[in-house]
């Protein structure tokens, strides 16, 4: 069956006027706020393929949250968040990087990544409603987060993994993206097989499987970028 409907992008604020085959619409989003229809969904027949190409999934569902609410997200969380530098302790020497960060949880699961350790704080609501969301879109629970502000383009994250032991194995990490859009990247680890994607404002994205397995990822810095991104990432800790 056909339809021709008016669309809105939530990412441009255009609008196009389309025919398309209903199968192959998917309504998303939270119904309380605007429904959409991401031109992406039209168009592409797979709109939810795994990105990798072996080893592990990568799933990227685009801005799935309206402009306007992703912008009051990334307002509330910049301001409210209690944001601290990370630190990163590398072949005995102690780094502390402009990059802020805050680890959130159901308890105050104590994380250790790059040498250091973090006990996490109490969920802030946001990030507890975007938790909800996450969980809806990908279809995995998750009970802690670790948030990071990036103030522009010249703060990044290194090549690595998420492998860390307390983390449970082969688990699904979901990121929230708002605020600047950035290009995420991974590498395979023996391939060395490269795969992009631009983090757009209000997105999702998963991984999961065998991915931390056998690829790395990084957010590259980048001078194009002059605004602040922030990224809520969700895993689940193991005590
Ligand atoms: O900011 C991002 O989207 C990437 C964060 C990341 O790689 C991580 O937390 O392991």
Same mark, same amino acid.
């Given at each position: 069956m056909a339809l021709a409907l008016c669309v809105e992008s939530p990412s441009s604020k255009s609008e196009s006027f389309c025919e398309f085959d209903v199968q192959r619409v998917t309504w998303r #989003?939270?119904?309380?706020?605007? $429904?959409? @229809?991401? @031109?992406?969904? @039209?168009? =592409?027949? =797979?709109? /939810?393929? =795994?990105?990798?190409?072996?080893? #592990?999934?990568?799933?990227?569902? #685009?801005?799935?949250?309206?402009?306007? &609410? $992703? !912008?009051?997200?990334?307002?509330? @969380?910049?301001? =409210?968040?209690? %944001? +601290?530098?990370?630190?990163?302790?590398?072949?005995?020497? /102690?780094?502390? !990087?402009? &990059?802020?960060?805050?680890?959130? #949880?159901? &308890?105050?699961?104590?994380? &250790?990544?790059?040498?250091? !350790? +973090? !006990?996490?704080?109490? %969920? $802030?609501?946001?990030?507890?409603?975007l938790k909800q969301l996450a969980e809806k879109t990908t279809g995995h629970t998750y009970n802690s987060c670790l948030a990071n502000l990036y103030h522009n383009g010249s703060e990044s994250m290194a090549w690595h993994s998420d492998g860390e032991r307390n983390l449970q194995k082969d688990g699904a990490i979901a990121s929230v993206s708002l605020g600047a859009e950035r290009k995420f990247s991974f590498k395979h680890k023996d391939t060395q097989a490269k795969v992009d994607v631009l983090l757009q404002h209000g997105s999702i994205l998963v991984m999961k499987g065998t991915c931390q397995t056998h690829w790395l990822h990084r957010l590259p810095p980048t001078k194009k970028v002059q605004r602040p991104r922030i990224s809520l990432t969700f895993r689940t800790i193991v005590e």
């Open positions: #989003g939270d119904p309380s706020f605007f $429904a959409y @229809l991401s @031109l992406m969904d @039209l168009f =592409n027949p =797979n709109p /939810h393929a =795994n990105l990798l190409p072996q080893d #592990g999934e990568v799933i990227y569902y #685009g801005p799935i949250i309206p402009v306007n &609410r $992703a !912008t009051a997200y990334f307002e509330d @969380l910049f301001q =409210n968040l209690p %944001w +601290k530098a990370d630190e990163a302790i590398l072949h005995g020497k /102690h780094y502390v !990087t402009d &990059r802020k960060v805050v680890l959130m #949880g159901d &308890r105050p699961f104590v994380y &250790r990544y790059s040498g250091v !350790t +973090k !006990t996490a704080l109490p %969920w $802030a609501e946001p990030v507890l409603e």
